[in-house]
C-alpha cells in the first residue's frame, strides 16, 4: 500500500502507478495453494474460486500493474478486470458529508418493510 | 443515502439510545484507537426482567475497505426498534419476520451491534482522493511497528485475537503462509505485536466478557457470499479432544489438510455451528435468492484457508479454556457476491437487506420458547440445586437447544398463538374503531 501521502484532489487521471486491478487467474489446485503461500498478492478477504472443470479454477485476486506482468511472464493465463482502487476513489463521492445525525439528535431509520402496525407510534414502548 | 462515515455511525447508535432509552443501553467501549476514536456499542433488550435470555453479539467493520458491514449493523439496530416499537412485522425482500417474532427477539433476546470496530481504518479507506490506494487499506492505523513507512502502518485486527496466535510456533511450516498471519508490518495480514495488543480487538473482547450470557458472535465481512464457522485452523474432528489449540504438543503440527492434526470439536457443537450457519445462510437467501453458501472456515475449493487470531475462532475457544463460560457460537458473514469491496449505495441497500435477514433469522432462532422461559422462571425461584438445572446438562442442545426438534416445535406453537392473538385484537380494535 504505498501513495498514501498523496493529497486528495481530481487531476482528472483514472489510473495511478499502484492502482490495484480484479485479476481472474486460471490455477491448478497447486498453483493455487502456492500463489495464496506467497502471501504476495491480495487475495481480498476470503478468496473466491470459479471453477472450470475438475482440476482448474479461476481465481480472483487484486494485483497492480507490475504484479499482473509477473503472472503473465510465469505463463500464467490471466485476465484484468476492474481497477479497484479507481472504484473506491469514485464511490468516496458516496460518503456521507458530516453528520446526518446532529451527534445523535437525529436517529437513523431502517430501510426494512414494516408490516402492519402503529406507524405513527414509533418510539413508543408497546403497552 | 450514501455510506455511513465513521462519526455518522456514532451518532446514529447515540441518537437510537436517546430515542429508545427504555429498550436500549449506549456502551462506550474501554480502549481508543490510535487516532484517538472512541467505539460505541448498542444494546436492544425489551424485558431485561427476563435473566435468562441469550445475547447475540453482531460485529463490524474490522477491514477498513469493507465498506458496507457497519451500514447492515446500525440499520438492523433501526429496523428493530422501529419495528417493536409500532407492533410491526419486517421484511427484507422475500424474508419476512412477523410482529410476534419481532416482539419476542426484543423481549427474549440481547441484540448487540457494535457497527465499526476499526474507525481509524474506515476514515483513512473512506478518503481516498486522486492517486491515492488508500481506499484499499484493511488494517487499523497503529503507526508503532512501521518505523516511519507509511505502507508498514497498521495492524490486521482479524489476526489479533488470542486463537493461536503466534502462528510460527502453533502451524506446521507447511501450512499455507500466505492466509495465516504475517510478522512483516508491510503485510496485509500483519498480527501485531502480541495476541490483544490492539485496542480494536480489546474491545471485542470486552464486549464479549461484559456479555457473559453470550451465545451467538457473528462478524460481518464482505465479500463472497459465505457464512463461515470455525476452525480456521485446521480440518474439523470430532473424537480426539487432546488433538487441540489447548494442547501445546500438536504445535508445528496445525495448518495442512490431510496429515495427522485434525482441530477437535464435539459432534454436538459442530452440529450446532452447522445448524447456526444454515440458518444464516437461508435467511440470507430468503431476500432475493443470493445463493450464500455455508463452510467451515479453513476450506477454500480445492485448497486450504488456514488462519490465526480470528475473532469467530477466538469467540468458540472461550467454552474450551473455561468450563464455566457458556457456549458461543462464531460466525462470519462475507456478504456481497460481487467481487468489489465498493458496491454503490443502491447495491449496498440490496446487501442491508440480505445481511439483516439472515442477522434476524438467527435471533429468531434463538430467542428462548415460552417453554424456556418458565423453566427460567423455575430456575430461579425454586429452591433445587442450580447446578442440576444447568441448561446443558439437563437439556442437552441436541434436542432442546435453539436447533433442536423440542425447541422448533414449541416455537411453531407460540408463534400460531401469538399469531391468533394479534388477529384477535386487531378485529377488535378495528371493530372498535
Not at chain 2, 458472535?217 to 479432544?241: A, K, M, R
Request: contains cysteine; glycine residues 10%; negative net charge.
Amino acid at each position: 500500500m504505498t501513495n498514501d501521502q498523496t493529497p486528495a484532489g481530481d487531476d482528472g487521471r483514472d489510473e495511478y502507478p499502484d492502482d490495484r486491478f480484479v485479476v481472474t487467474v486460471v490455477v491448478t489446485s497447486e498453483q493455487a495453494a502456492d500463489l495464496i503461500g506467497r502471501g504476495e498478492l491480495d487475495l481480498g478477504d476470503h478468496p473466491t474460486f470459479a471453477p472450470i472443470d475438475e482440476d482448474r479454477a479461476r481465481l480472483t485476486v487484486f494485483a497492480s500493474r507490475s504484479q499482473i506482468g509477473a503472472l503473465q511472464s510465469e505463463g500464467f493465463d490471466v485476465e484484468v478486470g476492474d481497477n479497484m482502487s479507481a472504484l473506491g476513489r469514485a464511490r468516496a463521492s458516496e460518503v456521507g458529508q458530516g453528520d446526518r445525525f446532529d451527534g445523535g439528535r437525529v436517529a437513523p431509520r431502517g430501510i426494512g418493510r414494516k408490516i402492519g402496525g402503529r406507524g405513527p407510534d414509533v418510539g413508543q414502548v408497546p403497552s | 443515502m450514501t455510506f455511513l462515515n465513521v462519526v455518522e455511525i456514532e451518532s446514529a447508535l447515540i441518537g437510537l439510545n436517546k430515542q429508545f432509552p427504555t429498550l436500549t443501553e449506549l456502551l462506550l467501549l474501554p480502549n481508543t484507537t490510535a487516532e484517538g476514536r472512541h467505539s460505541r456499542a448498542l444494546v436492544i433488550h425489551g424485558n431485561t426482567s427476563f435473566k435468562c435470555r441469550p445475547a447475540l453479539i453482531f460485529v463490524s467493520g474490522v477491514h477498513a475497505r469493507e465498506w458496507g458491514g457497519p451500514d447492515t449493523l446500525v440499520n438492523l439496530a433501526a429496523d428493530l426498534l422501529e419495528a417493536y416499537t409500532s407492533n410491526a412485522g419486517l421484511a427484507y425482500g422475500g424474508k419476512v419476520f412477523s410482529a410476534a417474532a419481532v416482539r419476542l427477539i426484543v423481549n427474549r433476546t440481547d441484540v448487540v451491534v457494535f457497527p465499526d470496530i476499526n474507525p481509524d481504518g474506515r476514515a483513512y479507506s473512506m478518503a481516498a482522493g486522486a492517486g491515492s490506494n488508500q481506499a484499499m487499506w484493511r488494517k487499523n492505523r497503529n503507526p508503532a511497528a512501521s518505523g516511519g513507512v507509511p505502507q508498514n502502518v497498521g495492524v490486521d485486527v482479524n489476526r489479533n485475537y488470542d486463537f493461536l496466535w503466534d502462528f510460527p510456533v502453533k502451524f506446521s511450516p507447511s501450512a499455507n503462509p500466505g492466509t495465516l498471519a504475517s510478522n512483516n508490518p508491510a503485510s496485509d495480514l500483519f498480527h501485531g505485536a502480541a495476541a490483544f495488543s490492539e485496542p480494536e480487538s480489546r474491545n471485542v473482547r470486552w464486549l464479549v466478557d461484559r456479555f457473559t450470557n453470550a451465545r451467538y458472535f457473528v462478524d460481518v465481512h464482505s465479500y463472497t457470499g459465505d457464512v463461515l464457522y470455525p476452525w480456521g485452523s485446521d480440518e474439523n474432528q470430532t473424537t480426539d479432544p487432546s488433538m487441540s489449540f489447548k494442547n501445546p504438543a500438536w504445535d508445528g503440527k496445525r495448518g495442512v489438510a490431510g496429515d495427522a492434526y485434525k482441530e477437535y470439536v464435539p459432534a454436538g457443537r459442530l452440529a450446532e455451528l452447522q445448524a447456526g450457519a444454515g440458518v444464516i445462510r437461508d435467511g440470507i437467501n430468503a431476500v432475493r435468492g443470493q445463493g450464500y453458501v455455508s463452510n467451515q472456515g479453513f476450506w477454500l475449493w480445492s485448497t486450504t484457508y488456514p488462519t490465526s487470531g480470528t475473532s469467530e475462532d477466538w469467540a468458540f475457544t472461550r467454552e474450551f479454556l473455561d468450563s464455566k463460560k457458556r457456549r458461543l457460537s462464531g460466525f462470519v458473514i462475507e456478504f456481497n457476491k460481487q467481487t468489489t469491496f465498493f458496491p454503490s449505495w443502491a447495491e449496498m441497500q440490496d446487501h442491508i437487506a440480505d445481511v439483516d435477514g439472515g442477522l434476524l433469522a438467527l435471533a429468531d432462532w434463538a430467542r428462548p420458547t415460552i417453554w424456556q422461559v418458565i423453566l427460567c422462571w423455575f430456575y430461579r425461584w425454586l429452591p433445587i440445586d442450580r447446578e442440576w438445572m444447568r441448561w446443558h446438562r439437563v437439556f442437552p442442545p441436541e434436542l432442546w437447544g435453539p436447533y433442536g426438534p423440542w425447541t422448533r416445535a414449541v416455537r411453531v406453537i407460540e408463534d400460531t398463538v401469538q399469531r391468533v392473538v394479534d388477529f384477535i385484537r386487531g378485529a377488535v380494535t378495528s371493530r372498535n374503531g
